[in-house]
Nanobody, 115 residues
Framework: QVQLVESGGGLAEPGGSLTLICEASGSITGFNVVSWYRQAPGKERELAASISSANYRNYADSVSGRFTISREYENAVYLQMNSLKPGDTGVYYC??????????WGQGTQVTVSS
């Protein structure tokens, strides 16, 4: 069984930065993709960024050039968020999809961008 725990959310001013961390516990083997999704109030959940176990990265147009996703120490994925905008406000969820199609979700972490 895999568990995902997010941390690093909080309040930032427009133009500021935050770093989100997703840590996975349990046995993770083979090809996988870790993604950060976000959900703004009253809106559907959307993909912000993803990274495969082969380090292929994908970004939503709205965050490209401002957010960077990376794999750090074993079983940890970071989302570095720079030049934050009020539109980046929402709950950010970590997702792990395995090569067999299993999906795991974290509990979410709140990001608020406001002056």
């Amino acid at each position: 069984q895999v568990q995902l725990v997010e941390s690093g959310g909080g309040l930032a001013e427009p133009g500021g930065s935050l770093t989100l961390i997703c840590e996975a516990s349990g046995s993770i083997t083979g090809f996988n993709v870790v993604s950060w999704y976000r959900q703004a109030p009253g809106k559907e959940r959307e993909l912000a960024a993803s990274i495969s176990s082969a380090n292929y990265r994908n970004y939503a147009d709205s965050v490209s050039g401002r957010f960077t996703i990376s794999r750090e120490y074993e079983n940890a994925v970071y989302l570095q968020m720079n030049s934050l905008k009020p539109g980046d406000t929402g709950v950010y969820y970590c997702n792990l999809r395995t090569s067999t199609g299993l999906d795991y979700w974290g509990q979410g972490t709140q990001v608020t961008v406001s002056s």
